[in-house]
């Protein structure tokens, strides 16, 4: 359209400027390039080497089936680890927080469903800690910091989220005076090959640059 005959040159430079922000937000390789700063302090502590007493994981990762029914979602490796390091005898206790406030249904315990999952994946309801009041990082690390001070054998503590967030988390943490150990998963940062397709705006990429700069966002407020 900006090459179609008539059409000014201020409204033909308007029209390629939108193209180029429209093509760079959909970019796939601008949103991996965002998703690794975030991430690549992370890339170290995938594999947990530590045992840990307990395992926080902040809420997301589920979504809702059609019968209403608990499932994963698009982050649903954020679930996933944590089962996992419990199964391999790394973590003692897993602790699910959250609910919903931006999908239909505002009052979805994401707590409910992680533990719900969990418990269909061989985890006992008596080593998961279900906080279902928060509604955002910083009141759900508020409310950790709350069960903590009750559980004082628990010494070593993780807190495990989407790799993208985990430092904006753990700031949370340092905010009300806990010190947790980062447990990564979700991570979205991995290399794409070279290709034209890629070079086209499209969701992947919409998404992780909307990702990546809510975090940027959420770090500078």
């Known amino acids: 359209m900006a090459c179609w005959p008539g059409i000014s040159k201020w409204r033909r430079l308007f029209l390629v400027g939108i193209w180029i922000l429209y093509s760079l937000a959909g970019s796939p390789y601008l949103g991996i390039g965002l998703l690794k700063v975030l991430e690549k302090p992370f890339y170290a502590s995938e594999n947990l080497k530590q045992d840990l007493d307990a395992l926080i994981l902040l809420g997301g990762g589920t979504a809702e089936s059609p019968g209403g029914n608990p499932a994963l979602g698009t982050h649903g490796d954020r679930l996933y680890r944590p089962a996992m390091w ?43 800690v279900e906080i279902p009041t928060p509604r955002n990082t910083s009141e759900e690390l508020a409310a950790v910091a709350e069960l903590l001070e009750k559980h004082p054998e628990w010494k ?66």
């Open 86 to 128: 419990y199964h391999r005898g790394k973590v003692k206790n897993l602790i699910t927080t959250g609910r919903s406030v931006t999908e239909k249904g505002s009052d979805r315990l994401l707590s409910r469903e992680t533990s719900e999952i969990w418990q269909e994946l061989g985890i006992p309801e008596d080593a998961i």
């Open 156 to 221: 070593m503590v993780g807190l495990c989220t989407s790799a993208s967030h985990l430092n904006r988390a753990l700031g949370e943490a340092k905010h009300n005076g806990l010190d947790l150990i980062p447990v990564p998963s979700d991570f979205r940062s991995m290399g794409l090959p070279l290709s034209p397709l890629y070079l086209l705006p499209q969701g992947r990429g919409f998404r992780d640059v909307q990702t990546a700069l809510w975090e940027f966002l959420g770090t500078l407020l």
